[in-house]
């Protein structure tokens, strides 16, 4: 119900009541008998952050009326709730607004709702409603000043109209206040007394394992806006929380400062279809700008990570992940506990790809693989790479691509490929042009998109040799060096690569040596810490044991596998084990030098049939394996 106010402007009476009900809510709300979002406040004052995070399962339990009315006009509520947060923080710590500030604002962050949607499922029955929505984000923009509310000058008069709404473009004053004055179109916008905000988008794609059968993916623009801008990478699967909106599809909206126009039609067309506006189906075909799309306004995003209670309030920027994440109490207790386990680290390596029987050296590679070396940095600032990189090649039906698929499940940051069907610029980057803008922009490719994580690429031998040497620097320097369109940038590709091949031929010659049995040059292959070879030989005890167990998995499932951890355990372990630094004592320095010599000695060796030759490179890779091992004892010590 609506009425109007003492000022002649309309009240939104039920909104009134939602906001006061709302700052009922926070004032009282209470987890373990302490005032919960009190204590959200000195969290917001201790990161300087002016965004009031509330989990949307404590409004559920506080009242049911409450969070229906949220969750189905949240748009027209937002600016009544984001009021609410502010005069809950004026009354709680009336020095967070500062009196240099009076104007300053509370933005409100919703998450932890009880169903996140898919991508497909935002219809436009979803406009205006609260909902989460799951997906990888695969591009964003760079962040750039947003108006939110405009204050325009007359030209003809001198009246000054504040807080005029902009609706996803640059909207001015339809006529000016001053009864007098007749102007519509002469104005000026004051800049320091307008409202800008940072604003932010980013293309969002459903992931594919929602893709349906015979389906392309999805994408969907979603706006990011204040403190939540640059929270989403390429590459992150990430739930946001907020709102579908309906813009017109035109291309002016990210120019503020222009204005629309309809697109140029035939003079035949035109005289057709004089004095006549709106869309007139497939005759017209788009002449009218009468033309939508969905958009997806965010007040929150939180990143997938396979974690438990996952903290969305701060993200650090271009710092080691790993060394900041944080564990609660519980979670330790359960690493402590899988460490006591009798044969642990045989354990873990069992818990690897349960489904497939055997190859306990590739499940170990995987194993370090996933736990990492240590990253360095030298006093000249060079990167020394940390990541282990895996190469399995073998004869076909050796579960290669299912030690791929798993492992590409297993970590959070992950793309799977295959190297048949990718090309250069599909692996590192590629510039493209921004439709809005017509500005060239860097796209992800599979490496970018894996940075942080592992990159799983099949069918590595098939890939073209121009498309090898496009991953040389990535493989070793861990970084994307791009010169295209005017645009020069080096860019991160901090991934560990899983890939298998096939032999040449079909099957593994096991008379000759790795380098006539596979077609990868001697660059690429020196770059892998670990090559592995895969042969399938008759053995009828082998043979009986594989069949057992693949019949048994197919007869029962789950019940047929019984791994010591389970696969949220060992996520857990490794999120904790690549959080430690090992270093190397003077022990392990020595035994590391010595077995280098040794192996360039028997490279030399007169007679020696060695597949490629030992280079520093294999040196460094011992580094990491050892490092990667010492993470898999859990506990801070130096190697040896």
């Given at each position: ?49 002016n ?8 409004v ?19 600016p ?92 001015q ?50 706006i ?11 590459g ?57 799309r ?25 710092a ?18 899988m ?140 970084t ?12 991160n ?33 020196s770059?892998?810490?670990?090559v ?56 392990a ?10 192996l ?41």
């Amino acid at each position: 119900m609506e009425a109007f106010g003492s000022g002649g402007y309309v009240v939104d009476e039920k909104a009134v009541r939602v906001e006061n009900t709302f700052l009922d809510f926070l004032k009282r709300f209470r987890v373990s008998g302490e005032l919960f979002y009190d204590a959200e406040i000195e969290a917001m004052r201790q990161i300087e952050s002016n965004t009031m995070f509330v989990d949307f399962s404590h409004v559920m339990s506080h009242s049911n009326i409450l969070q229906k009315a949220i969750s189905d006009e949240f748009l027209r509520f937002e600016p009544y709730l984001k009021n609410a947060c502010k005069r809950f923080v004026m009354d709680q710590k009336p020095t967070f607004i500062s009196d240099d500030n009076p104007n300053k604002d509370i933005n409100l962050a919703f998450f932890n709702l009880p169903v996140c949607k898919r991508l497909r499922e935002l219809t436009t029955a979803e406009i205006g409603k609260l909902v989460s929505v799951s997906g990888v984000v695969t591009r964003t923009s760079e962040v750039r000043p947003e108006l939110l509310q405009g204050t325009f000058k007359c030209l003809d008069c001198g009246g000054v109209i504040k807080n005029v709404e902009q609706q996803f473009k640059y909207t001015q004053p339809t006529i000016c206040v001053n009864a007098t004055c007749a102007n519509r179109a002469k104005w000026v916008l004051l800049r320091q007394e307008s409202k800008f905000a940072d604003w932010q988008r980013v293309r969002m794609q459903e992931t594919s394992n929602e893709i349906p059968a015979g389906s392309l993916p999805r994408s969907l623009d979603v706006i990011l806006r204040h403190e939540i801008v640059e929270k989403a990478r390429a590459g992150d699967t990430v739930i946001f929380t907020g709102t579908v909106v309906v813009i017109p599809d035109i291309m002016a909206l990210a120019s503020p400062g222009e204005r629309a126009e309809c697109r140029h039609e035939g003079s035949q067309q035109k005289n057709s279809m004089a004095g006549q506006d709106g869309v007139r189906g497939l005759r017209a075909l788009g002449v009218r700008d009468l033309s939508y799309r969905l958009a997806f306004i965010a007040n929150s995003v939180q990143i997938c990570d396979g974690r438990r209670d996952t903290d969305i309030r701060n993200r650090k920027k271009d710092a080691d992940e790993d060394e900041n994440q944080q564990f609660a109490a519980e979670e330790l207790d359960e690493v402590q506990r899988m460490r006591n386990t009798p044969d642990f680290f045989n354990k873990l390596v069992d818990s690897v790809a349960p489904t497939i029987f055997g190859h306990q050296d590739i499940k170990r590679a995987i194993l370090l693989m996933l736990m990492g070396g240590v990253h360095k940095f030298t006093h000249e600032g060079i990167n020394l790479r940390g990541d282990i990189n895996v190469c399995v090649v073998g004869d076909p039906s050796c579960a290669k691509s299912q030690f791929l698929k798993y492992t590409s499940g297993i970590v959070p940051r992950s793309v799977y490929t295959s190297g048949k069907s990718s090309s250069a610029a599909g692996l590192t980057a590629t510039v493209a042009k921004e439709p809005e803008t017509g500005e060239f922009c860097i796209e992800a490719g599979a490496l970018m998109l894996a940075d942080n994580g592992i990159c799983c690429i099949d069918e590595f031998d098939k890939m073209d040799v121009r498309d090898q040497v496009a991953i040389h620097e990535a493989m070793e320097q861990q970084t994307i060096s791009i010169t295209k369109a005017g645009i020069q940038a080096t860019l991160n590709a901090r991934t560990s690569i899983l890939a298998a091949a096939n032999p040449t031929g079909g099957r593994y010659d096991k008379t000759k040596p790795l380098k006539y049995n596979v077609a990868l040059p001697p660059a690429i292959l020196s770059r892998f810490d670990l090559v592995y070879v895969m042969i399938d030989d008759p053995d009828d005890q082998t043979d009986y044991h594989i069949a057992h167990h693949i019949v048994t998995v197919h007869q029962k499932r789950e019940e047929a596998l019984t791994p010591a951890f389970t696969t949220a355990q060992l996520k857990r372990y490794i999120a904790y084990a690549k959080t430690l630094k090992p270093k190397l004592n003077a022990e392990a320095r020595e035994l590391l030098v010595d077995s280098y010599v040794a192996l360039r000695r028997g490279d030399t060796a007169p007679g020696s049939r060695v597949a490629y030759r030992m280079t520093v490179r294999q040196l460094e890779a011992l580094i990491r394996l050892s490092e990667a091992i010492a993470r898999s004892s859990s506990t801070p010590c130096p190697l040896g």
